[in-house]
Structure formats: structure tokens, C-alpha cells
């Protein structure tokens, strides 16, 4: 099994900034990439942004530019830093695990992000 447990996030004006942090424990060794997700109010959940374990990245085209996913192994922790925020960056956000090939995947409980105009 692997824990994983978001922070960070809140209610921010627009144009502000906000560092989410996705800490996990746990049987870490079943886990090859991590990722963040988002789900607004009415719309399905999107991938936000994810990190492979030898650091290769991927981003959504709506926050590339001002969204910097990033990882600290000896911390088991996935960090994703959000920059220029937009009230439509507003959303429960969501970290995964994927798990290796045949194993399962995890998803965190979320954290609310909340960027007024």
C-alpha cells in the first residue's frame, strides 16, 4: 500500500503563487511516476502535470509556462509549484502514484486551490 497525503494549497488572488507538496510513504518501490490531477466543480478530473522517476516531466498546454512539477526522492515527495495563477486554475487537486506495470495506482485525498480575480 502507499499513502499519500497533499498541502499546500488555499485561496490565492490571481497572479499569485502557491507550492502544493505530496508526500508518500509507504511501499514507494511499487510507484514509477507521480503525477498532479485537478477536478473543478462540474468537470471531469485532468492531469495537471507529471514526473517519472528519472525526472522526465509532461505538462497540460493550460500550465505550461507557469506550472513547475518536481521531486525530492530522499523526501518521497512530489512538489508542484504554481505560479501566475488564474481564477480557472481553480480546483480540488489531486496527487497519483502510478504503479509499475501491473500493480496499482494511488490518488491522495485532494487539496483545495482556490485563485480569486
Known amino acids: 500500500q502507499v499513502q499519500l497525503v497533499e498541502s499546500g494549497g488555499g485561496l490565492v488572488q490571481a497572479g499569485g503563487s502557491l507550492r502544493l507538496s505530496c508526500a508518500a510513504s509507504g511501499s514507494t518501490f511499487t510507484i514509477n511516476a507521480m503525477g498532479w490531477y485537478r477536478q473543478a466543480p462540474g468537470k471531469q478530473r485532468e492531469l495537471v502535470a507529471t514526473i517519472t522517476n528519472g525526472g522526465i516531466t509532461n505538462y497540460a498546454d493550460s500550465v505550461k509556462g507557469r506550472f513547475t512539477i518536481s521531486r525530492d526522492s530522499a523526501k518521497n515527495t512530489v512538489y508542484l509549484q504554481m505560479n501566475s495563477l488564474k481564477p480557472e486554475d481553480t480546483a480540488v487537486y489531486y496527487c497519483?502514484?502510478?504503479?509499475?506495470?501491473?500493480?496499482?495506482?494511488?490518488w491522495g485525498q485532494g487539496t483545495q486551490v482556490t485563485v480569486s480575480s
Open positions: 497519483k502514484g502510478n504503479g509499475r506495470p501491473y500493480l496499482r495506482d494511488y
